[in-house]
């Protein structure tokens, strides 16, 4: 499979034996599923946390950020696929469907054990598909990523209820800042500003901030307010100088850099790769 493919389209299958947490959130402008094999695992989603456990599909949309970690014993076994809009957007349109948790942050099912089976046969038709990159590949695997979406789709309508997040006195606190992070950020935060707002020494704050996201404030702040850019690079003309202005950068290099460094490329660039 090229690298050209691989960007709208990939698909993994992997082991692990050893204890592993990925280091800090991250996000992309692709679609993500995982589906949990074998194992238990923690998944973070914004300022959300939820507990995976064997047979779990989680679904989550383009540019949240998100990172999992380890939970209970080491050993686990996942499927992840990362797909751009425009890999599927053909299928969807020919058949005149579209499903309403594709617009949503994320979507958690817990499938019974033959709507398992479904879903386990289907990943392993694409990882097979793969592979072996026969003719006609990609409208093949346009199909199986179609009849996953539909699976997920029935599986969720007859879901008796939403699965929740986990919930603990110290991440709450932390959600809270977060919210708070993003109600503000076009704003100057500084560390003594948060640590009044939420009656926590600076130093707890930050050590507390770290351990249940991976990131530093600064960084995390950072993810928000580029992600927000992004969307104004991609959704309007505005200059990018007052863009930089509203989302609470003080300058325009210091903008540029920021951004560069999250997404990989200059802003202009991204408004061009994304106009």
Same mark, same amino acid.
């Given at each position: 499979?090229?690298?050209?493919?691989?960007?709208?389209?990939?698909?993994?299958?992997?082991?692990?034996?050893?204890?592993?947490?990925?280091?800090?959130?991250?996000?992309?402008?692709?679609?993500?599923?995982?589906?949990?094999?074998?194992?238990?695992?923690?998944?973070?989603?914004?300022?959300?946390?939820?507990?995976?456990?064997?047979?779990?599909?989680?679904?989550?949309?383009?540019?949240?950020?998100?990172?999992?970690?380890?939970?209970?014993?080491?050993?686990?076994?996942?499927?992840?696929?990362?797909?751009?809009?425009?890999?599927?957007?053909?299928?969807?349109?020919?058949?005149?469907?579209?499903?309403?948790?594709?617009?949503?942050?994320?979507?958690?099912?817990?499938?019974?054990?033959?709507?398992?089976?479904?879903?386990?046969?289907?990943?392993?038709?694409?990882?097979?598909?793969?592979?072996?990159?026969?003719? *006609? #590949?990609?409208? $093949?695997?346009?199909? /199986?990523?179609?009849?996953? !979406?539909?699976?997920?789709?029935? %599986?969720?309508? &007859?879901?008796?209820?939403?699965?929740?997040?986990?919930?603990?006195?110290?991440?709450?606190?932390?959600?809270?800042?977060?919210?708070? *992070? #993003?109600?503000? $950020?076009?704003?100057? /935060?500084?560390?003594?500003? !948060?640590?009044?707002?939420?009656? %926590?020494?600076? &130093?707890?704050?930050?050590?507390?901030?770290?351990?249940?996201?991976?990131?530093?404030?600064?960084?995390?702040?950072?993810?928000?307010?580029?992600?927000?850019?992004?969307?104004?690079?991609?959704?309007?003309?505005?200059?990018?100088?007052?863009?930089?202005?509203?989302?609470?950068?003080?300058?325009?290099?210091?903008?540029?850099?920021?951004?560069?460094?999250?997404?990989?490329?200059?802003?202009?660039?991204?408004?061009?790769?994304?106009?």
């Amino acid at each position: 499979m090229s690298k050209e493919f691989e960007s709208v389209f990939f698909i993994e299958q992997l082991k692990r034996s050893d204890p592993f947490s990925m280091a800090s959130d991250h996000f992309h402008e692709t679609y993500e599923i995982y589906y949990l094999l074998a194992g238990e695992r923690n998944y973070y989603i914004n300022n959300l946390v939820y507990a995976l456990r064997k047979g779990d599909l989680i679904f989550i949309n383009k540019n949240e950020l998100h990172r999992t970690t380890t939970k209970g014993r080491a050993n686990h076994e996942r499927v992840l696929i990362n797909f751009q809009e425009c890999f599927v957007q053909s299928t969807l349109d020919a058949y005149g469907v579209s499903f309403s948790f594709m617009k949503e942050p994320v979507l958690l099912l817990r499938p019974g054990a033959y709507e398992q089976g479904q879903l386990e046969n289907i990943l392993q038709a694409m990882l097979k598909e793969q592979k072996e990159q026969q003719a *006609l #590949q990609k409208p $093949y695997l346009q199909t /199986l990523l179609f009849q996953l !979406l539909v699976e997920m789709g029935r %599986i969720r309508e &007859t879901a008796r209820e939403a699965i929740p997040p986990e919930n603990n006195e110290k991440e709450r606190k932390v959600y809270e800042i977060i919210d708070y *992070l #993003q109600a503000h $950020y076009m704003e100057k /935060l500084s560390l003594e500003r !948060l640590s009044d707002t939420f009656y %926590i020494s600076s &130093t707890y704050l930050c050590r507390l901030f770290k351990q249940t996201t991976g990131f530093t404030i600064v960084e995390y702040l950072n993810y928000i307010r580029i992600k927000e850019a992004q969307t104004l690079l991609r959704n309007s003309t505005a200059k990018v100088t007052f863009i930089a202005e509203q989302t609470g950068f003080d300058s325009i290099a210091h903008f540029g850099r920021v951004f560069r460094q999250i997404a990989g490329r200059s802003p202009l660039q991204y408004r061009k790769q994304n106009g």
